[in-house]
């Protein structure tokens, strides 16, 4: 019953900024893992970051250190992922999911029992 909706994407210049949002309802999520994932044609889906509900702990893929922030709202039960110095590599449909804390790993999408639709994000030269 959990349901997530991802909101932000669009059409940026490099080295411009996005930022993405996830709403979430429908579960506990002090006992969740949110995560986003990246999908560009003809590659495979692809861990970006992942956050930890409570504490808060983050990680991050290391193509996207430095540059990419996801961070929450407990209040709103939102997630964001604040995307800074893009590049047209950065070019996907990025995917909003969440898993129980114990399930699988935070980089692989297999443990991941929750996915958004997607929102489209494309980087122009």
């Known amino acids: 019953q959990v349901q997530l909706v991802e909101s932000g994407g669009g059409l940026v210049q490099a080295g411009g900024s996005l930022r993405l949002s996830c709403a979430a309802s429908g579960g506990t999520f002090s006992d969740y893992s949110l995560g986003w994932f990246r999908q560009a044609p003809g590659k495979e889906r692809e861990f970006v970051a992942a956050i930890r509900w409570s504490p808060g702990n983050t990680y991050y893929a290391d193509s996207v250190k430095g540059r990419f922030i996801i961070s929450r709202e407990n209040a709103e039960n939102t997630v964001y992922l604040q995307m800074n110095s893009l590049k047209p590599e950065d070019t996907a449909v990025y995917y909003c999911?969440?898993?129980?804390?114990?399930?699988?790993?935070?980089?692989?999408?297999?443990?991941?029992?929750?996915w958004g639709q997607g929102t489209q994000v494309t980087v122009s030269s």
């Open positions: 999911a969440a898993k129980q804390f114990w399930s699988g790993n935070y980089y692989s999408s297999g443990g991941y029992r929750y």
